[in-house]
């Protein structure tokens, strides 16, 4: 009889497990040799303490499938690891473009600061400048204004002292020399003076 009849009968009757129906049947007959290797009840989950007998073959199949699962659970530890080491490596390349990256935008600002102060002073310069020019040329107006103006180059002739008549003691009236006409006027530019007719 198989144990899969066993369990058939075991479970005919009420109150009776797998186990103990093989327990009494062995005690009754001990003589009974089980055919073939015990397998799963498939009513009845109490008829073994879950030991499980195979075939060789089927051993060899478990057994590969098992280092299969051993070798996968491996690769993927060794693949958790290579990540874990890509990611660090990541990190630090970002942490490393990150630094160099702020240290070329502080010396870019350290130049750009030195370039603004540089056309500061060079505009300070150019402003002192000019107003020293502006104070120069406003002394120089000054001065000119307060110059004497230039002298002619040719003083007017000095007026001739008029000469009065010399009377003879004579009773007779002497003709003196005819009186002679004034000469030209000229003013302070060098330029002669007309004097207009009816002055004459």
């Given amino acids: ?12 009757i009420p109150g009776l497990s797998c186990a103990k129906f093989l327990t009494l049947r062995w005690l009754t007959r001990p003589n009974l040799k ?3 290797y015990p397998k799963a009840c498939t009513r009845c989950d109490e008829w073994h303490g879950g030991a499980v007998f195979y075939s060789p073959r089927k051993l060899a199949s ?9 070798d996968e ?4 530890q060794l ?35 030195a370039e603004q102060l540089r056309q500061r002073e060079e505009k ?3 402003r002192a400048l000019k107003k020293l020019q502006q104070a120069a040329t406003a002394q120089k107006s000054r001065d000119t204004a307060n110059k004497r103006k230039r002298e002619a180059s040719h003083k007017p002739a000095k007026k001739p002292t008029k000469r009065r008549r010399v009377v003879a003691p004579s009773s007779g009236v ?13 003013s302070l530019r060098n330029r002669q003076i007309k004097t207009p007719a009816r002055y004459k």
């Fill in 73 to 76: 659970a491996a690769e993927l």
């Fill in 34 to 36: 089980p055919n073939g």
């Fill in 174 to 186: 002497v003709a003196g020399p005819p009186e002679a006409s004034p000469p030209p006027k000229f």
């Fill in 124 to 126: 300070a310069a150019k």
């Fill in 79 to 113: 693949q958790k690891a290579r990540d874990r080491e890509i990611k660090a490596a990541e990190a630090a390349e970002k942490k490393r473009s990150q630094e160099a990256a702020k240290v070329a935008r502080q010396q870019a600002k350290i130049a750009k600061d």
């Fill in 1 to 12: 009889m198989t144990t899969q009849e066993l369990g058939s009968k075991a479970t005919a």
């Fill in 62 to 70: 478990e057994r590969a499938r098992k280092a299969a699962e051993l």
